[in-house]
C-alpha cells in the first residue's frame, strides 16, 4: 500500500501544478498614448500581470446601442480583416508598457501580431481592447452585426471628437460606450478633441487611482501633431497588487 501510495504522489502533484490562465476584465489594461497622423500607433499596459500566451485584441471599430460597425474594421474589407491581435509567449507584468508603432503587425515592443491595422482617423475615432470573439450576428441591422456577446471589453479610449455620443454615436468617428464599460468606472475614456496625445499623470498608485487619473483630460498631453514614441510613459507601478504564481489549465 505504501509504495502504491508513494507512485500515486507525484501525479497528483502534477494535476495542481498545472498553468492557470486568468481570465482579464474591464480595467485590467488601459491604452495610454495615441496617434491618428501617420503612422497610426498606439500604446497600452496592463495593471494586472498578464500570464503567457495572453490574447488581446484591438479595434478601432466604432458602436452603437450595443454592437459594433461589422465594416469598419472586422469585414469586409479589401485585404486582412480586423481586429489587430496582440499575443506574447512570456508572460508580462503590470505596468510594463507595450507599443504598437506604425502599421506593421510585427512592429511591437514585446509580443507578437497578427490581424490588421486600425486606421485611426483624425476626424475622431475610438480604440477598445477586448478579449474574446466579436463575431457576424446576421440577426442584427447593417452595419451593426458585430456581436460583443463572446467578448470581454477591457477598455475604450475616444479622441479627436467631442466625447461618447450614445444618442447619435455610431458612424466612423463616433461611438457609444460599448457594453462592459463605463465611464463613470474609468474604463470608457474620452481625451478630447486633438488627435494625438499621450497619457501624462501619475504612474505610481493603485489600479483604482491610475484609472481616475487617465480619465482626467488634464492628464494628457495632446497636439494635432504626432508625438515621438519616446515622448511616451515608459512603465507604471501598480501598488496593492497581490502577487502570486499564475496558473493555467489546459
Request: zero cysteines; charged letters at 20%; hydrophobic letters at 40%.
Given at each position: 500500500m505504501l509504495n502504491r501510495f508513494t507512485r500515486l504522489l507525484p501525479i497528483a502533484v502534477l494535476a495542481v501544478s498545472q498553468p492557470v490562465h486568468a481570465q482579464l476584465k474591464a480595467g485590467d489594461v488601459a491604452i495610454i498614448a495615441f496617434n491618428t497622423?501617420?503612422?497610426d500607433d498606439f500604446a497600452w499596459m496592463p495593471l494586472r500581470d498578464i500570464p503567457a500566451e495572453t490574447t488581446i485584441m484591438f479595434?478601432?471599430?466604432s458602436v452603437s446601442n450595443g454592437c459594433?460597425?461589422?465594416?469598419?474594421h472586422f469585414g469586409p474589407l479589401v485585404g486582412p480583416c480586423g481586429p489587430l491581435v496582440w499575443r506574447s509567449h512570456a508572460s508580462l507584468k503590470a505596468g510594463t508598457v507595450v507599443r504598437w508603432e506604425g502599421s506593421a503587425l510585427t512592429n511591437w515592443s514585446s509580443g507578437e501580431g497578427s490581424g490588421a491595422p486600425p486606421e485611426l482617423s483624425t476626424a475622431g475615432d475610438q480604440l477598445f481592447a477586448y478579449t474574446g470573439d466579436i463575431t457576424n450576428n446576421p440577426a442584427f441591422p447593417s452595419p451593426w452585426k458585430g456581436d460583443p456577446?463572446?467578448?470581454t471589453l477591457l477598455f475604450g479610449?475616444?479622441?479627436?471628437n467631442s466625447g461618447w455620443d450614445n444618442v447619435r454615436g455610431g458612424d466612423s468617428s463616433t461611438s457609444f460606450v460599448p457594453p462592459g464599460l463605463s465611464t463613470t468606472a474609468c474604463t470608457a475614456v474620452h481625451v478630447n478633441s486633438k488627435e494625438d496625445g499621450y497619457y501624462n499623470g501619475i504612474r505610481?498608485?493603485?489600479v483604482a487611482q491610475l484609472l481616475a487619473a487617465m480619465a482626467c483630460p488634464s492628464n494628457w498631453v495632446t497636439s494635432n501633431a504626432a508625438f515621438s514614441s519616446t515622448n511616451w510613459p515608459d512603465s507604471f507601478l501598480i501598488l496593492g497588487l497581490h502577487r502570486g504564481t499564475v496558473?493555467?489549465?489546459?
Open positions: 497622423d501617420a503612422p479595434t478601432d471599430s459594433f460597425r461589422w465594416t469598419e456577446a463572446g467578448a479610449l475616444n479622441f479627436a505610481t498608485g493603485t496558473f493555467s489549465l489546459r
